[in-house]
Nanobody
Framework: QVQLVESGGGLVQAGGSLRLSCAAS????????LGWYRQAPGTQRELVAT?????????NYADSAKGRFTISFDNAKSSVFLQMNSLKPEDTAVYYC???????????WGRGTQVTVSS
């Protein structure tokens, strides 16, 4: 069982930055990927960025995130981060941390953190 707790969301103006954090705890034996996903009202949850922990460091980004967002993993803190720059109003969503064996089907989810970008 893996527990994920997100933090770092908030309200920011367009063009601003936010850094999301996800603290992971529990048994990681069957976890190969950690990632960030988001869901805006009336839409499906979508992948934003993922990073592999076994093998370490392989990243995957949605086209909308490339060049603006950076995902990283701190093994000592068992935490995954999402640095978001040049934020746009369309980035407004609840951002979820996910963990699993592939980027596209997380087995565990955090409760989410709200990101709101004002124009």
């Amino acid at each position: 069982q893996v527990q994920l707790v997100e933090s770092g969301g908030g309200l920011v103006q367009a063009g601003g930055s936010l850094r999301l954090s996800c603290a992971a705890s529990g048994v990681f034996g069957n976890i190969y990927v950690l990632g960030w996903y988001r869901q805006a009202p009336g839409t499906q949850r979508e992948l934003v960025a993922t990073i592999s922990i076994s093998p370490r460091g392989l990243t995957n980004y949605a086209d909308s995130a490339k060049g603006r967002f950076t995902i990283s993993f701190d093994n000592a803190k068992s935490s995954v981060f999402l640095q978001m720059n040049s934020l746009k109003p369309e980035d407004t969503a609840v951002y979820y941390c996910g963990a699993g064996q592939s980027p596209f089907s997380p087995m565990y989810w955090g409760r989410g953190t709200q990101v709101t970008v004002s124009s």
